[in-house]
């Protein structure tokens, strides 16, 4: 994303990193340990956001860290698209991603329910408003 550019803008306004903020911390609180992937971790890193946890080492495991830490997660929320990238929800991930690796192997290797995998656009956020 270029340096104005903002989370909802990649995702038709549903919602933006204070509002997945908001929605985190009114359903976790501080009871769990909060931990966020992302292909954009420095974007992330920016906002409210910053307040969970990210893997913040840069080395070529990172990616294969993120997703065995995702993967063990007792709830595992992921994005149906790419949002901190330049597609949009016109875009959405028609190969082997990130998320979709995850979510199958918790399906099928872990035998977790379906329900334990949950897409962010099902969170029922409205709209972004802009001010």
């Known amino acids: 994303m270029h340096k104005n550019e903002i989370l909802s803008d990649k995702v038709n306004n549903l919602y933006d990193e204070d509002i997945l903020y908001n929605k985190i ?25 910053n307040e969970f946890i990210f893997y913040n080492e840069n080395n070529i495991y990172e990616a294969y860290i993120d997703q065995y830490i995702c993967s063990q997660a007792e709830i595992f929320y992921f994005s149906p698209f790419n949002s901190f990238t330049s597609s949009s929800l016109n875009n959405l991930h028609t190969r082997s991603t990130f998320s979709s690796f995850i979510n199958d192997y918790r399906l099928y290797n872990l035998e977790l329910p379906v329900t334990s995998n949950i897409t962010l656009i099902s969170l029922n956020f409205g709209t972004v408003k802009r001010e």
């Open 25 to 49: 911390k009114n359903k976790y609180g501080d009871e769990y340990n909060i931990y966020i992937s992302t292909n954009n971790r420095k974007l992330a890193q920016s906002t409210k956001l």
